[in-house]
């Protein structure tokens, strides 16, 4: 991981990876995740959401 | 975050409102003391370090957090009975990384601060009982008095909101920060992060210790060897190698640990 050896090294990493596309500042990162996040607890409060009334 | 998370993105991290983490198992002891004096001088926010307790010279490191007054310490991959007193002794916050209800349930009575509960969906080493983190979170939540720090499988803000939904307290967030600028990861490792697809890692080494990692040479390496029915030493050996030589500084990681109960990995 240190050395850069991609075929005999033991890469550790969680799956969560099939979904990173950019490697960025963590700055960024966790701006983007902030930005999610809220957009994601938005939708979420919507009326359709509702079981009950 | 082995090899990843330097002085660098930990504090990186604290800066932006995060609480960054130094990842202390791939550092040698005076390693380490250079990457907490830097990160006290690149932010004067809260930051932690990771401990693995199997780490070979973990006297030395437990003694750079204490003289360091590092604020928080993130014990893993061991038992914290010994430690935790130690540490909060020293007026040091004490979380501990599980996968588990039981081993949560232990570490809260070893008087540990928070935990992390840790599910099959991420990197490293990771539990023999496969528990999702969809499913550990919530059965974590039931029974746990104290705080709770979901982990595994969070990369977005859905997957917070999700963590949040599921009963945790706050979220802990590894694998996007592998592709980050500030991580020592190879920058050839961080452009080969980004080409991962789905089913793109594993879960080996179930027999030894667990551990999900990308699969490249190596893995078809492990792969190979526990179809035809590997002993846990060629396994030990195989992993031994790999990390020795191409991954990690240290590799005399003693054989008896890996294999001890009490240092559940």
Redo the contacts between chains.
Sequence with gaps: MFEGELEQGELEIGQVSALIKEVKPASEIIKDLVKEYEEARMELSEDKWKLND | M???SPWE?AS??S????L?VIGAG?MYPDVLKIHVKRCKTATSKPFAVNLPLLYPDLDQHIQTVIEEKVPIVFTSAGSPSKWTEILKKEGITVVHVVSSVKFALKAQECGVDAVVAEGF?????NGREETTTLCLIPAVKKELNIPLIAA??????????AAFALGADAVQ??????????S???????????K??????KLMMKQLAP????K???YEKVQEAESRGATIDELFHL?GR??A?????KANWNKANWKSDKCRL
């Excluded at chain 2, 800066?15 to 995060?18: D, R, V």
């Excluded at chain 2, 967030?173 to 500030?182: C, D, N, Y």
């Excluded at chain 2, 920058?187 to 980004?194: A, D, I, Y």
């Design positions: 082995i090899w990843c993105l990186a991290v800066n932006a409102g995060g960054g791939s969906e991420a990197g490293g080493h595994g499988g969070i990369g977005t803000g859905r997957a917070m909101l967030i590894g694998s996007r920060f592998v592709a980050s600028v500030e020592s990861a190879h920058t050839k490792f961080k452009q080969e992060v980004l991962i697809k789905e089913g793109g890692t551990v999900r990692m990308m490249n040479g190596f992993l790999g990390r030589k191409k991954v990690c500084l």
